[in-house]
T-cell receptor, first 115, second 116 residues
Framework: ETGVTQSPTHLIKTRGQQVTLRCSSQSGHNTVSWYQQALGQGPQFIFQYYREEENGRGNFPPRFSGLQFPNYSSELNVNALELDDSALYLC??????????????FGPGTRLTVL | AQTVTQSQPEMSVQEAETVTLSCTYDTSESDYYLFWYKQPPSRQMILVIRQEAYKQQNATENRFSVNFQKAAKSFSLKISDSQLGDAAMYFCAYNPIIQGAQKLVFGQGTRLTINP
């Protein structure tokens, strides 16, 4: 069984640039969620994708967007990067949403630094 | 809005001893799920244990067990026979049972140190 993988591991960008982070879900999982974890904080929900559509969104501006592909992999895109976007970005995969009971399994994260 | 509070930023315990990490949450929902995740220095969030709110019996996974007090909205994690590999950040998380997105709400975390 293949776990959740993310790429790249680390990324350095400058303010105003755009970035794309990638995630491959665990085998058999068709739902992908993205979280932002600032240094010293707990993760915060960005959005979730199911059946290639956004299935829910947290309190993040529209410059945070995503995609899910037919193979269930996903991308997180962030436009017009700000210094506060520096964080660990975690991807989690799960079985189809059935009201909250399905456990989310996390990838190792991508560390984004915005200078 | 649902919130999760972990009041202990740091905890330490001697190897082989028992430690309890605290978590409280605030919700108006009656059905939900609660989780403890562990995040070692490798950064990957690893599921430790899961509790379904409608089940009165406390969940147990080997050396890990929870004390779930629904009325008090408390969900503590007990680690027995602590091992060096248990050293990590521990996050308590809440997931409401709702239609649509599964959205984990995390606490701020507790850093657990194991002293040899």
């Amino acid at each position: 069984e293949t776990g959740v993988t993310q790429s790249p591991t680390h990324l350095i960008k400058t303010r105003g640039q755009q970035v794309t982070l990638r995630c491959s879900s665990q085998s058999g999982h068709n739902t992908v969620s993205w979280y932002q974890q600032a240094l010293g904080q707990g993760p915060q929900f960005i959005f979730q994708y199911y059946r290639e559509e956004e299935n829910g969104r947290g309190n993040f501006p529209p410059r945070f967007s995503g995609l899910q592909f037919p193979n269930y992999s996903s991308e997180l895109n962030v436009n017009a990067l700000e210094l506060d976007d520096s964080a660990l970005y975690l991807c989690a995969s799960s079985l189809p949403p059935t009201g909250g009971k399905d456990t989310q399994y996390f990838g190792p994260g991508t560390r984004l630094t915005v200078l | 809005a649902q919130t999760v509070t972990q009041s202990q930023p740091e905890m330490s315990v001697q190897e082989a001893e028992t430690v309890t990490l605290s978590c409280t949450y605030d919700t108006s929902e009656s059905d939900y799920y609660l989780f403890w995740y562990k995040q070692p220095p490798s950064r990957q969030m690893i599921l430790v244990i899961r509790q379904e709110a409608y089940k009165q019996q406390n969940a147990t996974e080997n050396r890990f067990s929870v004390n779930f007090q629904k009325a008090a909205k408390s969900f503590s994690l007990k680690i027995s026979d602590s091992q060096l590999g248990d050293a990590a950040m521990y996050f308590c998380a809440y997931n409401p049972i709702i239609q649509g997105a599964q959205k984990l709400v995390f606490g701020q975390g507790t850093r657990l140190t194991i002293n040899p």
